[in-house]
């Protein structure tokens, strides 16, 4: 596999694939698709990245244009297809992204790691403030999964999937704060460690 083909395969590349897999679609189609898919809480979709990675995919013969489409007075949009190397690719990224386990190295296990620098209730602290925003997040998807409930199951398992994340996470900041708070053993981290609550 060439060094370029590994660098298009990422979630964006998976999302598009598989929106060109079900039929051709121009790329406001596409990125309408993934926000009413709620695809935006798992695949970045800023500026013109999906323009820009529709013109890699396109480099890399795995879509091709098929024509163009117009709705009213609009513009004229490119529509795209899916071509076979492009099928044969997203079985491939399917395939791995789904089976093969792959530590993503994400911040939050990362300062988990290093908590004992802080004050016990400090650190209790701010898994509680954690606990808080997952919970706000989690109202807000449901609101977005209520508006979207005419769409297949299958199309929205991944936000389905992050809302059972965020309820464990959730869970688990609380009673790990409550447990810091009622004497977990903590190591002693030395001088210099910061011990104001109300700061943080």
């Known amino acids: 596999m060439t060094r370029e083909l590994r660098a ?9 694939l598989t929106l060109l897999a079900e039929r051709p679609r121009h790329p406001y189609n596409m990125k ?3 926000r009413e898919r709620q695809v935006a809480e798992v695949v970045k979709l800023r500026g013109g990245s999906l323009y820009d990675a529709i ?3 396109e480099k890399a013969e795995l879509v091709c244009r098929t024509g163009t489409a117009r709705a009213g007075a609009r513009p004229e949009r490119t529509v795209y297809r899916i071509t076979q190397s492009g099928r044969e690719l997203l079985d491939t990224l399917l395939e ?4 093969e386990p792959v530590n ?29 925003s997952l919970r706000e997040q989690t109202a807000g998807a449901a609101r977005q999964r209520e508006q979207s409930a005419d769409l297949p199951r299958a199309v929205l398992l991944e936000s389905e999937y992050l809302a059972h994340l965020r309820a464990a996470e959730i869970e ?19 001088a210099g460690r910061n011990d104001d609550t109300e700061r943080l």
């Open 96 to 99: 791995r992204f789904v089976a």
């Open 55 to 57: 013109g890699r995919l």
């Open 8 to 16: 298009i395969e990422t979630p964006l590349t998976l999302a598009v």
């Open 32 to 34: 309408t698709t993934l």
């Open 104 to 132: 993503e190295y994400p911040r939050f296990v990362a300062a988990l790691a290093h908590l004992p620098a802080l004050a016990p209730p400090v650190a209790a602290r701010l898994l509680r403030r954690r606990a808080a």
């Open 172 to 190: 688990w900041l609380e009673r790990t704060a409550s447990e810091i708070d009622h004497g977990m053993p903590w190591p002693d981290a030395g």
